[in-house]
């Protein structure tokens, strides 16, 4: 049976700074670097075989300590399906930009509702379709093997993955906030 070790990459200057950041490409701030390195250390006890990332920066910049640790890993594989949510329009501008032109509670709707999507984006149930067909794969190609597996991903994807794994609510997952230093063990 495989084993999934899923986190978050770390805080980036958006993130940092309120800013959507769906597929833009930010840069992690020193706090960011420190919670990959956090990452690596709570990674640093066990064995793992093969890593995922997306192919934004972020992604890899917080796989980089865990793969400096782990020499032992076969492949590093990039797979957007685990990519950020897609914010659209939204991509690239202040929260509070958008909570003064649009209100708080469109503000709302558009970052933490699970059918609506912000103008050209995702929705959460957009995200989900694309998470669960990663999960779909990952459980056919590893499922009989003794594998440990590293997956670097965002908030919006690691969100929709929990929901899957653990059967959670809706209403739960678009409560949930992602933490940037947890790691997320699944078996598949």
């Known amino acids: 049976?495989?084993?999934?070790?899923?986190?978050?990459?770390?805080?980036?200057?958006?993130?940092?700074?309120?800013?959507?950041?769906?597929f833009k490409d930010t840069p992690l701030t020193p706090l960011g670097v420190r919670q990959a390195q956090k990452i690596a250390r709570l990674l640093k006890a066990v064995r793992l075989d093969i890593a995922y990332q997306s192919r934004l920066s972020r992604s890899k910049d917080t796989l980089a300590p865990?793969?400096?640790?782990?020499?032992?890993?076969?492949?590093?594989?990039?797979?957007?399906?685990?990519i950020e949510r897609?914010?659209?329009?939204?991509?690239?501008?202040?929260?509070?930009?958008?909570?003064?032109?649009?209100?708080?509670?469109?503000?709302?709707?558009?970052?933490?509702?699970?059918?609506?999507?912000?103008?050209?984006g995702e929705s959460f149930a957009d995200v989900e379709v694309r998470v669960s067909s990663f999960i779909k794969y990952l459980k056919k190609l590893y499922h009989?093997?003794?594998?440990?597996?590293?997956?670097?991903?965002?908030?919006?994807?690691?969100?929709?993955?929990?929901?899957?794994?653990?059967?959670?609510?809706?209403?739960?997952?678009?409560s949930w906030s992602i933490p940037y230093d947890k790691v997320f063990t699944y078996k598949i």
Request: hydrophobic content about 30%; charged content about 25%.
């Open 66 to 82: 865990v793969l400096k640790s782990h020499p032992e890993i076969q492949k590093v594989i990039t797979d957007d399906r685990i």
């Open 86 to 120: 897609d914010y659209g329009d939204l991509s690239g501008q202040p929260h509070q930009k958008i909570i003064d032109k649009f209100g708080q509670k469109q503000f709302d709707i558009w970052h933490r509702s699970y059918r609506i999507t912000p103008p050209s």
């Open 144 to 174: 009989r093997q003794d594998i440990n597996i590293a997956i670097s991903a965002h908030g919006n994807s690691i969100r929709l993955f929990r929901k899957i794994m653990e059967k959670a609510s809706i209403k739960d997952t678009c």
């Open 1 to 22: 049976m495989a084993t999934i070790y899923l986190f978050r990459h770390g805080q980036t200057t958006f993130n940092r700074d309120h800013i959507f950041t769906g």
